[in-house]
């Protein structure tokens, strides 16, 4: 057993740190098996010598981010623990320091996991980019804030949004209104990740003076992208005609960011994801890069990332986990195993005669 102490220093940094309700130490304790006391600016740590050590370079690196200026909530520490376990102290100081996108209502967008870190660099760097991977990734988010970013730094003149308009799984029939009416739910994604950026109003503004254009992607043909920021969201759902068309639009001082997840593809059945066919046919072409996102980059609500391995084992022919009930909590129902039964048959129904 072991114990240290992390002096903070500031009133303000150890109370941040903490969390509502102390909910932050809370979380290191149950992840890394230690024990967290606080008193004043100090923290107080105890357990296992590896795991208090591992738990010290977290809460220093999460008070050296808050130092720098960056927001540290409840998923931060979520995705801090998750860098720590997939590379130690040299992913978790890069994700910690990594720099400020772009903030709206002092809340800061930065990169939440390596993956999404990696993403942002490669596209500062590269021309075109593809972001691929599940829900909750931060794929599109993170490309709309380099958007938002590149345009008020006037690296670029104007963004443009573009979704290919597919229902997930259903037909949804004849839509009424004119032609912007119609596809807006289509966009709908879209116009949410721009509101988060910036005030409602300012974004308004701009989508006025066409500076920010979202779009169907059947309106992109035969135009020229030049200083732009182009984005094509949901891109596993376009054709191979539609993705060359996308990519053929880029013109000088231009970049794109291609999102999209191969495993939720809504085409017809025959037709092929240009998205697929792009990952297959681009790889090692200067200029293009590819980031491939995984369920341990998921930051949105935890249940996410398990709801995504589920699906990846059930694709795979894999049997559902199994687990044993858990131990009711006093006035609640007692909780059952969900272990499915064995299917009665119809001399086992007593109530059939």
């Known amino acids: 057993?072991?114990?240290?102490?992390?002096?903070?220093?500031?009133?303000?940094?150890?109370?941040?740190?903490?969390?509502?309700?102390?909910?932050?130490?809370?979380?290191?304790e149950r992840r890394l098996g230690v024990k967290v006391g606080q008193r004043g600016t100090e923290l107080h740590l105890s357990g296992p010598d590896a795991a208090v050590s591992s738990a010290v370079k977290l809460l220093e690196g999460l008070a050296s981010a808050l130092k720098s200026g960056r927001s540290v909530y409840r998923e931060d520490v979520e995705q801090a623990l998750k860098a720590m376990g997939q590379g130690g102290d040299e992913n978790l100081r890069a994700l910690t320091l990594s720099p400020i996108l772009t903030q709206r209502s002092g809340r800061h967008i930065t990169?939440?996991?390596?993956?999404?870190?990696?993403?942002?660099?490669?596209?500062?760097?590269?021309?075109?980019?593809?972001?691929?991977?599940?829900?909750?990734?931060?794929?599109?988010?993170?490309?709309?804030?380099?958007?938002?970013?590149?345009?008020?730094?006037?690296?670029?003149?104007?963004?443009?949004?573009?979704?290919?308009?597919?229902?997930?799984?259903?037909?949804?029939?004849?839509?009424?209104?004119?032609?912007?009416?119609?596809?807006?739910?289509?966009?709908?994604?879209?116009?949410?990740?721009?509101?988060d950026m910036m005030e409602p109003e300012r974004a308004a503004a701009l989508l006025e003076q066409n500076i920010i254009e979202v779009a169907p992607l059947a309106f992109m043909r035969g135009r020229t992208l030049n200083d732009c920021f182009a984005i094509l969201d949901e891109a596993q759902n376009t054709t191979v005609e539609q993705m060359k068309m996308f990519l053929t639009r880029i013109g000088y001082h231009s970049r794109a960011v291609v999102t999209g997840d191969v495993t939720q593809i809504d085409l017809p059945t025959g037709k092929q994801s240009g998205l697929?066919?792009?990952?297959?046919?681009?790889?090692?072409?200067?200029?293009?890069?590819?980031?491939?996102?995984?369920?341990?980059?998921?930051v949105r609500h935890p249940v996410v990332a398990e709801v995504i391995k589920a699906y990846a084992r059930d694709d795979r022919g894999e049997a559902p986990l199994e687990f044993e009930a858990r131990p009711s909590r006093p006035g609640s129902p007692r909780a059952s195993s969900p272990r499915p039964s064995a299917p009665r048959g119809p001399l086992s129904n007593p109530n059939l005669p």
């Open 1 to 28: 057993m072991k114990s240290m102490h992390v002096d903070l220093a500031d009133t303000d940094i150890a109370r941040t740190l903490a969390g509502a309700q102390n909910e932050n130490l809370k979380l290191v």
């Open 111 to 195: 990169p939440r996991s390596l993956a999404q870190q990696g993403y942002v660099d490669l596209i500062r760097t590269n021309d075109v980019v593809f972001g691929l991977g599940p829900a909750g990734t931060g794929k599109t988010y993170l490309a709309m804030a380099m958007a938002v970013q590149a345009l008020t730094e006037r690296k670029v003149k104007r963004i443009v949004l573009a979704r290919p308009a597919v229902e997930a799984g259903e037909k949804l029939g004849f839509l009424p209104g004119d032609l912007a009416e119609k596809v807006n739910p289509y966009l709908r994604p879209l116009y949410d990740a721009l509101n």
């Open 276 to 298: 697929v066919h792009a990952q297959r046919i681009l790889q090692g072409v200067e200029g293009i890069a590819f980031n491939h996102f995984t369920d341990v980059d998921v």
